[in-house]
């Protein structure tokens, strides 16, 4: 059974950071892409970033110059390090794997309050 096992969600201020994690098997991070939804309350769920096999990343414009992707091969983890943080930011975020089939994550909770 696949797995994404995500974690470093909470709260974060305004202005400030948090970092995601997501992790999987090697057999899956190695042959699929990999993104970061997310789904705010009476919202659907929309694309935040996504990172191809080959490390090439892609941004909504929302987040772009202020989060940041990237996936590290030894650990089979994929990264959201999210900068410069908005309240509206505020939303429950998920890992996906995509490739020959779709896999998602539990979700992780971000809230962005001071």
């Known amino acids: 059974q696949v797995q994404l096992v995500e974690s470093g969600g909470g709260l974060g201020q305004p202005g400030g950071s948090l970092r995601l994690s997501c992790a999987t098997s090697?057999?899956?991070?190695?042959?699929?892409?990999m993104g970061w939804y997310r789904q705010a309350p009476g919202k659907q769920r929309e694309l935040v970033a996504f990172i191809t096999t080959v490390g090439s990343p892609n941004y909504a414009d929302s987040v772009k110059s202020r989060f940041s992707i990237s996936r590290d091969y030894a650990k089979n983890t994929v990264y959201l390090q999210m900068n410069s943080l908005k309240p509206e930011d505020t939303a429950v975020y998920y890992c996906?794997?995509?490739?020959?089939?779709?896999?998602w994550g539990q979700g992780t909770q971000v809230t962005v309050s001071s």
């Open positions: 996906k794997a995509a490739g020959l089939y779709t896999y």
């Open positions: 090697g057999s899956i991070f190695n042959r699929y892409n």
